[in-house]
């Protein structure tokens, strides 16, 4: 993960240079904005795998002369099946809509969107240890 945080510092860093030309020649603010925020998204998860990689072992991609089979195994927990997702999107999609059509709209889409983070989050809280 080292080999990572190194790459969105060094991104961070080329973002930030072309956010200030950018905004000193074209005297565009949205484009510098913009250009301003992926810099702030590129520092923080380049941080965020600096900080992470001092507390976790070092992976394959931090040899160098690590070989592809090096970092084969198991690389966690993913879950076989998960309806959530589905209702966040659904809710996601119309609370952008929302924003379009009318305000309204948002009555629909938040309980569309609690149903989905509360399943999400209490998904595997269910199960052998629940009463029926």
């Known amino acids: 993960m080292k080999i990572q945080g190194k790459l969105f ?3 961070s860093l080329f973002l930030l240079i072309m956010a200030c030309v950018y905004g000193l020649w074209s005297k565009e603010p949205a484009g510098t904005t913009a250009l301003f925020l992926a810099f702030g998204l ?3 998860v380049g941080f965020y795998l600096g900080f992470t ?3 976790v072992d070092a992976g394959a991609q931090d040899n160098k002369n690590a070989d ?3 970092d084969a195994g198991e690389l966690g927990f993913f879950s076989p099946h998960s309806w959530q997702p589905l209702s966040l999107a659904i809710g996601g999609a119309l609370a952008f809509t ?4 009318g305000w309204w709209l948002l009555y629909f889409s938040a309980p569309l969107v609690l149903i989905g983070v509360y399943g999400w989050v209490f998904e595997y ?3 052998e240890n629940r009463t029926q």
């Not at 929302?98 to 059509?101: C, D, N, P, R, S």
Request: glycine letters at 6%.
């Open 98 to 101: 929302a924003i379009a059509v």
């Open 9 to 11: 510092m060094w991104l």
């Open 53 to 55: 990689a001092r507390r």
């Open 42 to 44: 590129a520092i923080m």
């Open 68 to 70: 592809v089979a090096d």
């Open 125 to 127: 809280y269910r199960g």
